[in-house]
């Protein structure tokens, strides 16, 4: 199935080195008996940068959530942002990695890879995942990858790739929704993923939940953000300081 970016959305409008400080948002989300359609705005983007939002001809954070002050994503009125990650379960374990303490919301929470969508819901958590959380053997040295993310890896990276299945390893898959991504009336993506909105930043949150099949001595690391990565029982986060999704997680019922 074909995919759009910002890359694609902004051609020719946007200075390179802009590009990923700009992403996406949902100009409309209407929510049905059986799927949550995500309704892509195709002709500009959002950015959290908002004294250069002139300069780059996009929409600032701030007056996307004064447009929603007073409409409701349900009625698929309410504009709104979009993010997406994992969570990726090796070993029975949820890997989570720590946020810096000079970030805005959540600072040194416990989080699980997740980012502000310039792609599909289903590849941004992909590229989340490969980004944030590198899994390494501490035999060879080789870096692991989620088989999964091959299609958004550059071609010919040189890694070993593990058997990633899309569920709940504690039996939540009747928390999964069936998400839909459209452009231009043109379906983009479907995929079974887990949801959460926050009205404290207006976003849809997506987790794409990813069962690991690896058997092997492994280093966890972020190169991303250089902050600690851990494999952590679900019984031990409750001790934990946490982002909500996670909490959220836990509250749903995985023991």
Same mark, same amino acid.
């Given at each position: 199935m074909s995919h759009y970016t910002v890359k694609d959305l902004l051609e020719g409008k946007l200075p390179a080195v802009y590009r990923d400080k700009v992403f996406w948002f949902a100009e409309r989300v209407i929510q049905t008996d059986e799927y949550i359609?995500?309704?892509?705005?195709?002709?500009?983007?959002?950015?959290?940068?908002?004294?250069?939002? $002139?300069?780059?001809?996009?929409?600032?954070? &701030?007056?996307?959530?004064s447009l929603s002050a007073t409409t409701s994503w349900n009625t698929g009125e309410k504009p709104v942002l979009v993010s997406s990650g994992s969570f990726l379960w090796i070993n029975g374990k949820?890997?989570?990695? $720590?946020r810096t303490a000079d970030t805005k919301y959540d600072p040194l929470a416990w989080t699980a890879?997740?980012?502000?969508? @310039? @792609?599909?819901?289903?590849?941004?958590a992909l590229k989340e995942t490969i980004?944030?959380? !590198?899994?390494?053997?501490? %035999? &060879?040295g080789r870096l692991w990858m989620p088989d999964l993310?091959?299609?958004?890896?550059?071609?010919?990276?040189?890694?070993?790739?593990?058997p990633t299945t899309v569920a709940f390893p504690y039996g939540l898959d009747g928390k999964l929704v069936k998400s839909r991504t459209w452009i231009d009336n043109k379906l983009i993506e479907e995929s079974m993923l887990? /949801? /959460?909105?926050? %009205?404290? &930043?207006?976003?849809? =949150?997506?987790r794409v939940?990813?069962?690991?099949?690896? @058997? =092997?001595?492994?280093?966890?690391?972020?190169? %991303?953000? !250089?902050?600690?990565?851990?494999?952590?029982?679900?019984?031990?986060?409750?001790? /934990? $300081?946490?982002?909500p999704a996670v909490r959220q997680l836990l509250s749903e019922g995985v023991t």
């Open positions: 359609n995500l309704y892509i705005n195709n002709k500009t983007g959002l950015t959290a940068f908002e004294p250069f939002a $002139q300069e780059l001809g996009v929409i600032p954070v &701030s007056q996307l959530a949820l890997l989570v990695t $720590q890879p997740a980012g502000r969508c @310039d @792609d599909t819901p289903l590849r941004t980004e944030e959380i !590198h899994v390494q053997s501490v %035999e &060879s993310a091959r299609g958004v890896l550059p071609e010919g990276t040189d890694v070993n790739f593990y887990w /949801m /959460m909105f926050s %009205e404290k &930043s207006n976003t849809i =949150e997506f939940p990813l069962v690991a099949a690896i @058997d =092997e001595n492994l280093l966890y690391t972020n190169p %991303e953000y !250089h902050t600690d990565v851990q494999a952590v029982m679900l019984e031990e986060l409750k001790e /934990m $300081q946490l982002v």
